[in-house]
């Protein structure tokens, strides 16, 4: 064959846990991945990776990859193990869970989330197989649950205005989100909406890279978004900066909402618990009232609390108040996932839990539920997750994993901080090796991933070692032999009109399709939100029947508003997305930690003096929870009061063997059960010890 002959471009989509969801094409010589680009032809990745993903190809073919699976032979955590056969690895794991599944099946718990995003290998094989075994159930709490109810309450669902409408925008707010490190795409269309003489809005506590370019930066305090939002209606309401015929039309309990914030939330109140001026609140509000079109990104920062589902649902409110849905180019968005309509019944199989209804677990208090759930979690199944990492109160998580008494499987590409708890590790494969359907939940394509390759060593897809595991188990249901590609099909058979005309065997061939809407799609111009009103609900029923305030009120943070536990613990701990690492993939390889140096925190020069700690001095970070050590930053960047640790880092890879996570905590925020790791206070010294 000649050279030529065999070199090939594949057409691929990037898996991680990112809103924008690239097209990705692969040039595969002679078997062998050679290049990695995004694809020009699509119009929101428009030739461009970021930094992280344009070096996929090192990641994928890394010395450090899990090639075979191995068993445990030191101590949990210490990260000794030995080389095994997959017969034996499958064999063992099945008894294992034969034997549990005899007494309760219930405790065996599935603990995966969202290392990759694709359908086939997020959520299906898996899911049978779980249902089937009638298995705890996880609840995927670890990101977005309190934003997503939120949003449901007053528009109905995950739906928002299109990411792509963005660079028409005169007023752009980037409320609570950094799109330099976490949306760059939309970052691209920002800057051209910029150059065109958009004024760009950035809502943070932390001059972020993004809030510094932005015109104007708006440093409120963590976790009081819902307080900005209500001031900012007020004073909508009474400059008359409302469009009244929207709202007559198109919104339910205007009224109420109205009086409501007409008593109780003037700017004054707004600036004070936001730790902003008025004088912030009030142009804030006239701008957004005046300027059009204006569009808002909401990310899932400012919903990290305790009550940002409330927050979330408050700042949807204020589109439909001055009538920003009429234009393509204004509006919201935080999620665009609910306008996609995949078969998820086909891919997952809820029937085969043939009618029961197994506990569900809180992915957010895993350290609790190892702890001290009962019937205990005996069998853990860990895939597409990092949680000895990523879950809030480690010191509880990894309590947890060390019970001898638990047996613990890790699947995954690399020897992570949690695969050293596991009983047996198993090598999985990488996006390049396997089949996969992306939605996205920033803009509005479907995205097919054709393998590239063939898989590295002996690894296998997850949805590859689930079919094997069932058959093990006995499971003799036709649904447990589809092949991944069958799988791919299943999703996507859906009637909805939104998915006219998008298959697999195109998606394969060409990678994406854009879903069946307007070229300029202003979904809710005239109403029509999917909530039970179809208007935008001010007064939420929803809320109503759960208990919950109809109307939007600000729900503060929980341990900033308790002043006992301030006085201890003054300072406001977050610890959002590092720019190279995706969560914590990346974070074990040296060209990406590299990237971000070392795990440090930003530290405003007030509070920093007041504790005699200069730049670059080691401090640790601590409160009744745990610690971690950093380097100090001493710069302009976080406000006073607030310290900032760009996240995550594996704790193997941390000077202490501490991360983050080691201070965050298990409560869980006001609506969707979700995690809160930015409602966290810490109190920081200077360590005079050197760093390990
Ligand atoms: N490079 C990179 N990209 C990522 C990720 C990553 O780890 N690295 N993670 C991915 C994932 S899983 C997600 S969920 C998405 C979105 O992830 P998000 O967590 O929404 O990330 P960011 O866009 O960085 O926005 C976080 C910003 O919110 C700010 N913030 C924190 N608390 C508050 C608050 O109370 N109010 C306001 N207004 N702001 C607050 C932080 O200071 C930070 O600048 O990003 C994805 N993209
Ligand atoms: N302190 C703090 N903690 C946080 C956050 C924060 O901002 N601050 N963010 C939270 C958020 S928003 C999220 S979404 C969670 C994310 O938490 P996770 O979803 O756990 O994300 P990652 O840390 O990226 O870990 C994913 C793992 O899946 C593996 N993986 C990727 N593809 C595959 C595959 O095909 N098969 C298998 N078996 N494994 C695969 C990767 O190698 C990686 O080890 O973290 C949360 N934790
Ligand atoms: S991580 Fe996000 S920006 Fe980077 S390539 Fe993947 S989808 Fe694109
Ligand atoms: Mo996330």
Known sequence: MSAEAASRVVHTACPHDCPDTCAMLVTVENGVATRIQGDPAMPFTDGTLCTKVAHYLERTYSPERLRQPMRRVGRKGAGEFRRIGWEEALDEIAARLKALARENPESILPCSYAG????????????????????????????????????????????????????????????????????????????????????????????????????????????????????????????????????????????????????????????????????????????????????????????????????????????????AWREAAGGLVLTTADFYSFDQAALERPDLLRGRRPRAINHARLGETLTTAQPPVRALIVYNNNPVAVCPESEKVIAGFSREDLFTVVMDHFQTDTADYADIVLPSTTQLEHFDVHKSYGHLYVLGNDRAIEPLGESLPNSEVFRRLAQRMGFDEPCFRDSDEELCRAALASSHPRMKGIAWEKLKHSGWQKLDVPERFAPFARGGFPTPSGKCEFYSEYLENQGIDPLPFYNPPAEASDENLRQRYPLAFLSPPARHFLNSTFANLARWRDFEREPHLDMHARDAGARGIRDGDRVRVFNDRGSCTLRARVNGKARPGVVVAPSVWWKKYSPDGANANNVTSQRTSDLGGGATFYDCQVQVERVDAPLR
């Open 116 to 323: 990759t995003m694709g359908m086939v290998q997020y959520g299906s094989m898996d899911r049978r197989f779980f249902y089937r075994l009638g298995a705890s159930v996880l609840d995927r709490t670890l990101c977005s649950s309190a934003g997503k109810f939120g949003l449901k309450a007053t528009l109905g669902g995950s739906v928002g205005m299109d990411p792509e409408r963005f660079d028409d925008a005169r007023l752009i707010v980037l409320w609570g989100t950094n799109p330099i490190v976490s949306n760059l795409h939309l970052w691209s269309r920002v800057q051209e909406a910029k150059r065109r003489g958009a004024k760009v809005i950035a809502i943070d506590p932390y001059r972020s890279l993004s809030a510094e370019k932005c015109t104007q930066h708006v440093a409120l305090l963590p976790g009081t978004d819902g307080a900005l939002a209500l001031g900012m209606m007020h004073v909508l309401v009474t400059e008359g900066l409302i469009d009244r015929e929207y709202i007559a039309h198109y919104t339910l309990g205007y009224e109420a909402l109205r009086q409501s914030v007409l008593e109780k939330y003037p700017p004054e109140w707004a600036a004070r618990t936001c730790g902003i001026s008025r004088a912030e609140v009030v142009q804030l509000a006239r701008d957004y009232g005046s300027i059009r079109p204006a569009a808002i990104r909401l990310n899932y920062g400012m919903q990290r609390h305790a009550g940002g589902g409330i927050a979330a649902r408050t700042i949807a409110c204020l589109p439909a108040l001055v009538g």
